[in-house]
Nanobody
Framework: QVQLVESGGGLVQAGGSLRLSCAAS????????MGWFRQAPGKEREFVAA????????YYADSVKGRFTISRDNANHTVYLQMHSLKPEDTAVYYC???????????????????WGHGTQVAVPS
């Protein structure tokens, strides 16, 4: 069992930056691939970024590529999402998720993630 707790969300002006954190419980954090997803008001939840167990490979949605960076600290059981050049369309609840299976070409498949946090709100007013 893995428990995930996101933090770092808030209100930020367009063009600004935020860093989200996701702290994981348990001693097996390094055995999980990690992902970030988001759900905007009235929309379905969508993939944002993912990172492999060792942190060696990162995946990004086209909409955030070049602006967001996912990273992880296995010693401290935490995964991060650094967000720059934020836009109003980035407004959403952001969720982190843990996945035991290999990411491969299915890195964005939400159903393959095993554990989810409760989310943290990011608001970028227009």
């Amino acid at each position: 069992q893995v428990q995930l707790v996101e933090s770092g969300g808030g209100l930020v002006q367009a063009g600004g930056s935020l860093r989200l954190s996701c702290a994981a419980s348990g001693r097996t954090f390094s055995t999980y691939n990690m992902g970030w997803f988001r759900q905007a008001p009235g929309k379905e939840r969508e993939f944002v970024a993912a990172i492999t167990r060792s942190g060696g490979i990162e995946y990004y949605a086209d909409s955030v590529k070049g602006r967001f960076t996912i990273s992880r600290d296995n010693a401290n059981h935490t995964v991060y999402l650094q967000m720059h050049s934020l836009k109003p369309e980035d407004t959403a609840v952001y969720y982190c998720a843990a996945r035991a299976s290999t990411l491969g070409t299915t890195y964005y498949y939400q159903d393959l993630y095993d554990y989810w946090g409760h989310g943290t709100q990011v608001a970028v007013p227009s």
